[in-house]
């Protein structure tokens, strides 16, 4: 049984020696159900080792779905119909019947969460977990029916509109690798395909289109040494020679490479680590957390967050596949030196944007957003995983030294890095600009 679960078990306890569990501790009780949910919902999408762009869209219509669900909760809040691209009013709660929306929210994200993931027993495990307590003590049964079966109905009505998403028509696809030179080829140790190579076709949340931010053409592809493309590949190179335990502690922080595979023998195995969106909304909990925001504030900015980081990977992943530009690693090894190889395994897709130079400052801007532009935070994302905690004074902070850490780590051109921030800004603060939470109204928790 989790923290979170037995704190609930023992409150309700308490409350069920009342005839009935008081509504209005429910929020007390529920502050940071959204935070359990997304580490449950994070374990899943590790063990099932989806890649960064699937996973964006997992967490983005979960979170989404809890939200839609626990907004009930204070009429001043809007549905995000109608701001969503494609999604249309979600049901609408019976007023001549009572519920508790933060049970619904957790339904709402775990049904849908579970559709998106293989190992959906997890999930479902966690949910019969949280529900135990309510179930056993204290809280009026047609409150607890009525509460689950809301949650059901906003489920099903995110799942209908994500199921139009493209989603489905791009699975199977793969990409053509070309033999012209300065085009991406597949990198060690797996050589494997690129991934999601039309992820462009998935219908974005908010931007317009996947093309809406293009990224200036990166350098023309040159082997003479002095050009332009050259020298940006020596500054790879020597980056890596170069590292100190600083930048090889940064390189190591901002990895988040979910499809890390290590070779020993005839034994081929992955290492478990936490996608850069899965690093993003692990931040977004942690600011909720020491921000103590209420059970719906944390879940605007799961939602905001989730939203941006899922628009980023369109944009960036249009960009990578147009450009389809080599990667360092190819590049040092055919024209530097042979047995040059980078501090971080080179994920398996096109080099130009970066994506966690895009999405991490997405992110970046959804949050500040939210939480103002100097919200100093101490990012233990990484801790369950052997690393240390870092220390940031903003979330642009983060994202400036979550882009750099792709020099340091080898795997990226520095116009990669430049150009991949300016595009990830623009999506997030389109992304904070034309999502309403509240009517004629900003949120800020700052």
């Not at 209420?294 to 941006?308: D, F, G, K, P, Q």
């Given at each position: 049984m989790s923290k979170t679960v037995f704190f609930l078990f023992i409150l309700i306890s308490i409350a069920g020696c009342?005839?009935?569990?008081?509504?209005?501790?429910?929020?007390?009780?529920?502050?940071?159900?959204?935070?359990?949910?997304?580490?449950?919902?994070?374990?899943?999408?590790?063990?099932?080792?989806?890649?960064?762009?699937v996973s964006s869209r997992i967490y983005a219509y979960s979170n989404i779905a809890a939200y839609e669900a626990l907004r009930h909760t204070d009429s001043s809040f809007l549905s995000l119909a109608h701001q969503l691209n494609g999604l249309g009013s979600p049901p609408k709660p019976n007023p001549e019947l009572e519920y508790a929306y933060p049970i619904a929210s957790q339904v709402a994200f775990i049904r849908v969460a579970s559709k998106m993931v293989y190992t959906n027993e997890l999930l479902e495990e966690y949910l019969?977990?949280?529900?135990?307590?309510?179930?056993?003590?204290?809280?009026?049964?047609?409150?607890?029916e009525n509460s689950l079966d809301f949650g059901e109905e906003i489920a099903s009505h995110i799942l209908a509109w994500m199921d139009n998403d493209g989603y489905k028509e791009t699975r199977g696809k793969r990409h053509s690798v070309s033999h012209q030179p300065g085009k991406w080829k597949p990198t060690p140790p797996d050589f494997m395909d690129g991934i999601e190579p039309f992820w462009s076709q998935i219908?974005?949340?908010?931007?317009?289109?996947?093309?809406?931010?293009?990224?200036?053409?990166?350098?023309?592809?040159?082997?003479?040494?002095?050009?332009?493309?050259?020298?940006?590949s020596m500054e790879v190179y020597l980056a890596g020679k170069e590292l100190d335990e600083e930048k090889e502690a940064i390189a190591r922080f901002w990895d988040c490479n979910p499809n890390i595979t290590f070779v020993r023998g005839h034994v081929k195995y992955f290492k478990q680590q936490l996608s850069p969106g899965g690093h993003w909304v692990s931040i977004a909990c942690i600011a909720s957390a020491q921000q103590n925001l209420?059970?719906?504030?944390?879940?605007?900015?799961?939602?905001?967050?989730?939203?941006?980081l899922a628009d980023a990977f369109i944009s960036c992943w249009d960009t990578k596949y147009k450009t389809d530009l080599i990667r360092p690693e190819t590049f040092i090894e055919r024209y530097i030196d042979p047995d040059w190889t980078p501090f971080l395994q080179t994920p398996a897709f096109p080099e130009y944007t970066s994506g966690h130079s895009v999405i991490s400052n997405a992110a970046?801007?959804?949050?500040?957003?939210?939480?103002?532009?100097?919200f100093a935070y101490t990012d233990t994302s990484e801790v369950s995983f052997g690393l240390p905690a870092r220390d940031f004074l903003s979330f642009?902070?983060?994202?400036?030294e979550a882009a750099?850490?792709?020099?340091?780590g080898g795997i990226h051109y520095k116009a990669a890095i430049t150009n991949g921030i300016a595009q990830g800004v623009h999506v997030g603060q389109l992304v904070a600009e034309r999502i309403k939470f509240k009517k004629n109204e900003t949120v800020a928790f700052n």
């Open positions: 009342k005839k009935e569990f008081p509504l209005e501790n429910l929020e007390r009780l529920c502050q940071y159900q959204l935070t359990e949910a997304n580490v449950e919902l994070t374990e899943v999408i590790m063990k099932d080792l989806f890649t960064p762009p019969e977990r949280y529900l135990d307590p309510f179930k056993k003590q204290g809280l009026n049964r047609k409150v607890l219908r974005p949340f908010v931007l317009d289109s996947a093309s809406q931010f293009p990224a200036p053409s990166p350098p023309v592809f040159d082997t003479i040494p002095g050009s332009e493309f050259y020298e940006q209420s059970n719906l504030e944390h879940a605007v900015a799961l939602t905001m967050t989730s939203i941006a970046a801007e959804a949050l500040s957003h939210l939480f103002g532009d100097e642009r902070e983060a994202s400036q750099i850490s792709r020099l340091y």
